[in-house]
């Protein structure tokens, strides 16, 4: 962990829900904004997000991170989510947590692409800012269909060809006119370049929009900003350039960096 965030604290709690318990960690309070970091599919939790949540909360902003259902600390079988339950999930948290008058800034990793851009469709404008970490959409028939054991109706949905360009995902980001981050990993051997394009497509559509290239990194990124603290600190300052003034203004970054950016509308 950095120097910047190892003495950032970090406060467990839980959350009942549905039925479930919910957990995840706070950090900070009121300040320039609420940052929610959504972890992925498979083994994903909140706990390797910690230290890029505490760079966010270092900075002044209030920070979240959650587990899922079936994830980490919290209950409940993972066979038994679903893109809905993870939206409906992540609301609940932010709802209890983050008071409504702060500002959002949205960061989800692979599988919570789709999550943040849900999220984006329900907060509006209130998101000040999104950052996506090798982000997966999906096709509009999986987001209520719960995730199974890999065999089933999830599954066979999301493995059909081509199903992921009618997600709804691709128009609620290509509508979004905040601050934007697209984070590439080098090698991705699970979400296939050309959904990484159209999601690029959609953010510079209107978005301040930044893609933020790892060229070392593989798809588990979470993990690889877990371990790279350089990485990190550069991801959250792009992040948070410029947000509060309604303007972007480039930030000078250290020598070997490869951030590129493409500017899109201001709202």
Known sequence: MSELSSFTPLTSFTYAHDGERLAGVLGGGPGRAAVVLLHGAGNGSEERLRPLLAEFVARGCRGLALDFSGHGN????????????????????????????EPLVLVGFSMSGQTVADLVRHYGERV????????????????DVPFGEGDGRFSEIIRTPGSWRRS?????LRAFAGRAVLAVPGTDAVIP??????VQD????QAQFTRF???????RLGLWFRDHADDRRDFADALLTGLG?????????????????????YA
């Open 168 to 172: 709804p995902a691709l128009e609620a």
């Open 202 to 205: 959609a953010l510079a559509a």
């Open 74 to 101: 919290s209950t409940g079988a993972l066979r038994e989510l679903s893109l809905r339950r993870r939206f409906e999930q992540a609301v609940a948290v932010i709802d209890a947590h983050v008071p409504a008058a």
């Open 193 to 198: 370049p050309e959904v990484t394009e159209a």
């Open 245 to 265: 003034d309604r303007g972007w203004t480039a930030k000078q970054l250290p020598e070997g960096r490869t951030i590129t950016g493409l500017l899109g509308r």
């Open 213 to 219: 290239e790892l060229p070392d990194a593989e798809h």
């Open 128 to 143: 000040a800012a999104l950052g996506l970490c090798a982000p997966a959409v999906y096709a509009p028939p999986a987001w």
